[in-house]
């Protein structure tokens, strides 16, 4: 490769996973040298040359903070572990892992994003993404079945900014949650991304169904919506690969 600019988004997910390593690191020593706790948000990475970097901090009047650092070689340990978990081959153990955690957490359990590499845990959230939609389109309509349904249905307009639907497009189409993420992450996109885009549609199915519900104390919304989706991705569960 000869500028590192052309670095495809994998190749980025990479690299913010391995920023994220570190960063996660740096906050635990912290918090035990201040006895405090350390909150950190997820890094972003821009590539750019040496140069460019002051325009990127900020004007010159405004006190930052940087570090320069040159890293040679190949990568080791944890961090080449974040590089190897961004693979675009799902695999079936790590995928029924996240499915797991699914099942304690429906709304998005913060282990997909500490014990499952982002492409496994991404399938898991396309099933489970596509029962919550069909959950709260089944309570729309007045229809209390939690059976998986054996056809999804076609999601119409423009899917072009909603990786969430597309992901329903596929299914509606006959295509497994593996197959979809795959193909996804193979045209280049960030398998990361994707995972966050389908918790956030998970959440977002979720506030609809309250939606339907006003007069509903919001405690039996809540695990009533959680207790069907659940019962739809765990009978259904033979069809994530």
């Known amino acids: 490769m000869d500028d590192v600019r052309d670095l495809k988004a994998l190749q980025i997910d990479a690299l913010r996973e391995v920023a994220n390593i570190g960063a996660g690191h740096a906050a635990t020593a912290l918090s035990q040298m201040t006895n405090r706790r350390i909150m950190i948000s997820v890094?972003?990475?821009?590539?750019?040359?040496?140069?460019?970097?002051?325009?990127?901090?900020?004007?010159?009047?405004?006190?930052?903070?940087?570090?320069?650092?040159h890293m040679l070689g190949d990568l080791t340990g944890r961090a080449n572990q974040a590089v190897m978990l961004t693979r675009s081959d799902p695999q079936p153990h790590q995928v029924a892992a996240a499915h797991a955690y699914f099942e304690k957490d429906p709304v998005g359990p913060p282990?997909?994003?500490?014990?499952i590499d982002a492409t496994s845990a991404a399938v898991a959230a396309v099933h489970w993404f596509a029962s919550a939609m069909m959950i709260t389109r089944r309570d729309s309509e007045g229809d209390p079945s939690d059976a998986p349904p054996t056809c999804w249905p076609m999601p119409t307009g423009d899917l072009s900014d909603d990786l969430g639907l597309q992901a329903i497009r596929g299914m509606?189409?006959?295509?497994?949650?593996?197959?979809?993420?795959?193909?996804m992450v193979?045209?280049?996109?960030?398998?990361?991304?994707?995972?966050?885009?389908?918790l956030t549609g998970i959440h977002q199915a979720w506030v609809l169904y309250g939606e339907n519900h006003t007069s509903v104390p919001i405690r039996?919304?809540?695990?009533?919506f959680l207790g069907r989706m659940t019962r739809?991705?765990?009978?259904?569960?033979?069809r994530i690969l």
């Not at 039996?220 to 009533?224: D, L, M, R, S």
């Not at 739809?232 to 033979?238: C, L, N, P, T, Y």
Request: proline share 4%.
């Open 172 to 183: 509606a189409l006959g295509e497994s949650p593996r197959d979809i993420v795959i193909a």
């Open 43 to 69: 890094p972003e990475i821009n590539i750019a040359r040496l140069e460019e970097v002051p325009e990127l901090l900020g004007s010159a009047q405004e006190v930052v903070c940087a570090v320069l650092m």
């Open 111 to 115: 282990e997909l994003y500490t014990k």
């Open 232 to 238: 739809m991705a765990v009978e259904g569960r033979d």
């Open 220 to 224: 039996q919304i809540n695990e009533t």
């Open 186 to 198: 193979r045209d280049g996109v960030s398998a990361r991304a994707l995972l966050e885009e389908l």
